[in-house]
């Protein structure tokens, strides 16, 4: 049962900050892709290089990593697989907490992304400075940080967690008794709270993809695809949430679109995510979920502006020029590392 709040709690105000138009990169033709990939593999391999990137950047680069011995992952095994490489160079096709995770558990390795400005918007919406303030407010509350957050964030927090392991860890901590501040993303914490019945609160931030999504066109397209699988991101809106088949991290969508029986699928995540799914079950029909409708602004149309930053040719030129290093203090990495590992080594318990 979800505890009653006795008292009225000071919520921050969240920071405006500006949504990217959605980059366009010049269309590249089949010959100018395959120079551009066979430069990057080659140097790659000069820099003792791989490459990692995530279900939501363009499908170009999910294959190159793939096709060059890196990896396609969500946040938590993005984190896993550049810690367990020996590879002296990590480039990390994603949004900017990711290349930060990447340095923090690995200070010494060199980390590169394609481009410094793609960040998140529950990153930009939880600055340290405002965080702190609220933390310092409730001392006697357990922090637990989504991993989409700055390093000073992560330094700030008790326990890092991703979507896909949010659920186990707040279930341990309620088993606990302990009381939590969760941040940033509301929707998320307040689905794990709904089913584990833990004492939170939350910082009020949102994924500006998965805010997007309509409970009323939902139901209007699950109408006209009665036989669908809806499949959700709990950091979508609630009512959206209630008419899901499976709610999940990007992994567990990926898993239910291979395992389910259904022909047709209704996904409510960034479309970046159809590329490794059409891959895993050619034969299914997969949909976007509706970003139409009564409040829709469409920042995202589910598709994350700052994910789109990242393309073949600006990897092409980070790897040739060195630039967009991404930089962690030693200090403020060893801060981090604690609720980050924190996390990692619950998870190796939990697969064993």
């Known amino acids: 049962m979800v505890p009653t709040i006795t008292k009225p ?20 033709s089949v010959t100018e892709k395959e120079i551009l990939k066979t430069s990057i593999k080659q140097m790659l391999k000069e820099q003792n290089g791989v490459l990692v990137a995530h279900y939501y950047t363009d499908g170009a680069l999910q294959d190159l990593a793939e096709e060059t011995g890196g990896c396609v992952a969500d946040s938590l095994e993005m984190a896993r697989f550049g810690t367990d490489h ?3 160079t990590l480039v990390v096709a994603g949004v900017r907490f990711m290349g930060e995770t990447s340095k923090i558990l690995n200070n010494e390795k060199r980390v590169l992304m394609p481009d410094l400005a793609a960040t998140c918007s529950l990153d930009e919406g939880c600055p340290h400075d405002l965080f702190s303030s609220f933390c310092d407010q409730h001392p006697d509350h357990t922090v637990v940080v989504y991993a989409n957050t700055s390093a000073q964030v ?29 941040g940033p993303d ?17 910082w009020p931030g949102s994924c500006v993809v998965h805010e997007e999504f309509r409970s009323v066109a939902l139901e209007r397209l ?9 499949l959700v991101h709990p950091e979508s809106r609630e009512d959206v949430i209630e008419q899901a088949d499976v709610v999940g991290s990007t992994t567990a969508l990926i898993k239910a679109v291979t395992t389910l029986p259904n022909n047709e699928f209704i996904i409510a995540t960034d479309a970046g995510i159809f590329n490794k799914m059409k891959q895993l079950a050619p034969e299914k029909t997969l949909l976007e ?15 994350c502006p700052w994910m789109g930053m990242n393309s073949l040719q600006n990897l092409a030129e980070v790897l040739k020029n060195g630039t967009n290093e991404i930089e962690v203090s030693p200090e403020l990495a060893l801060k981090a590392q604690i609720p980050i590992k924190r996390m990692l080594d619950f998870a190796k318990k939990l697969k064993s």
Request: with cysteine; glycine share 6%.
């Open 9 to 28: 709690i000071p919520f921050p105000s969240i920071p405006v900050f500006q949504v990217p138009p959605h980059p366009i990169w010049p269309s590249l």
């Open 86 to 88: 020996d590879a002296e």
């Open 154 to 182: 992560k330094a700030r927090s008790d326990w890092v967690v991703t979507s896909g392991i949010a659920l186990q860890i707040i279930q341990h901590l309620a088993e606990k008794k302990e009381k939590i501040l969760w």
């Open 186 to 202: 509301k929707h998320l914490g307040r689905y794990v709270q709904k089913l584990t019945g833990a004492d939170m609160i939350f």
């Open 222 to 230: 699950r109408k006209l695809h009665p036989g669908a699988a809806v």
């Open 289 to 303: 979920a509706p970003t139409v409708g009564e409040g829709a602004t469409c920042h995202s149309c589910a598709n």
